[in-house]
């Protein structure tokens, strides 16, 4: 088994999130991992050993501090466990890019939570995803971000999937963790057989100075193809958050939902703007929207109560973002 030598730092912060033992973590990454641990001084040339089933292929490839993978999950696969991916980049590296490609075969159920940690150094970050999803097969992914407060992270987040006939494609971000500095993000689903489903889940803190920049778009190519994109967000004081979705479809008995809920700390820029493309009248869309301030009064009474005011925040934050 090729071994993968994440710094220690990082394990104690994977295993707070998991809320495990750090122990129980050392123990995955060296004996039956389905936690998975990615950076370059792994051999990428078949990274599937870390994943320790001889019925998945993952293949990996870098070179000019760009990532490129293929993994292949073959026809009536069911995960029993989720995978944990955690990366852990090259700390020489200031710019770089991933691009991870994944073939979900017939009927096959797969589970991913990958868990991102920034360094503590400016970094430009590219990330190209794509997703194939074969008949009756689904693919959930839940990705959340820790970046450092002590540097500056700029991110250009790209995915695209192709979801077939009865398959379920399910993609939720979470940045509720440190800044989320320069993030841009656009993605394209396409739902190209019947009953095609899709879910699109972002929950952010945008703190001081920090830029979200959400551009999804859902094309439903097939009849009885149904999605929901969903946004919840807090904007601090001179954050931008941009949320932009489009629909576009054309089949008969489609349906969707859109729902954004922003909230503003104070001083901050919020922007939100749907697009629907309607080409058939047995469609059926709804969309809800609301953006609003969270008052300092509220945050004065909780501390009256006892909270401190740092508290006091965190504690609606959570159940806002929840």
């Known amino acids: 088994m090729t071994q993968v030598k994440t710094p220690l730092n990082d394990l104690k912060r994977v295993a707070k999130v998991l809320g495990l033992p750090l122990s129980k973590i050392l123990l995955k990454q060296t004996a039956k991992p389905n936690i998975v641990f990615i950076n370059n001084n792994v051999n990428h040339d078949n990274i599937s ?6 019925t998945i292929t993952m293949e990996s490839k870098i070179e000019n501090n760009s990532m490129k993978s293929i993994i292949r999950v073959p026809d009536n696969y069911v995960m029993e466990e989720p995978w944990y991916f955690c990366f852990s980049l090259d700390k020489n590296w200031t710019k770089q890019a991933v691009a991870p490609e994944w073939h979900i075969w017939k009927n096959s159920k797969v589970k991913i939570f ?9 970094v430009t970050h590219w990330d190209w995803k794509t997703y194939y999803l074969d008949e009756g097969s ?3 992914i839940y990705e959340f971000n820790f970046n450092s407060d002590n540097s500056y992270m700029t991110v250009y987040n790209t995915f695209t999937a192709y979801v077939g006939k009865n398959a379920y494609f399910k993609n939720h971000y979470e940045s509720t963790m440190g800044h989320l500095w320069h993030w841009i993000t656009k993605g394209r689903v396409y739902l190209e057989g019947e009953n095609a489903k899709a879910d699109f889940i972002t929950k952010n803190k945008i703190l001081d100075w920090d830029i979200s920049d959400l551009d999804i778009n859902f094309y439903l190519n097939w009849k009885n193809s149904s999605w929901v994109i969903m946004s919840k967000s807090v904007t601090f004081e001179w954050g931008t958050n941009i ?5 576009t479809w054309k089949w008969d008995n489609t349906s969707g939902h859109i729902e954004c809920s922003e909230v503003s700390m104070w001083q901050c820029k919020i922007t939100t703007i749907p697009a629907l493309n309607v080409e058939n009248p047995s469609s059926r869309l709804t969309h809800e929207a609301s953006v609003w301030t969270l008052e300092k009064k509220s945050i004065e009474n909780l501390m009256i109560k006892g909270f401190s005011e740092e ?8 159940g806002i973002l929840d």
């Not at 990958?114 to 400016?122: H, N, P, V």
């Not at 949320?243 to 629909?247: D, G, M, N, V, Y």
Request: glycine residues 4%; contains cysteine.
């Open 49 to 54: 050993k870390e994943i320790n089933d001889s």
């Open 138 to 140: 689904s693919l959930e």
């Open 243 to 247: 949320f932009k979705s489009s629909l």
């Open 311 to 318: 508290d006091a925040i965190k504690f609606m934050i959570n």
């Open 114 to 122: 990958a868990y991102c940690f920034g360094l503590d150094k400016d």
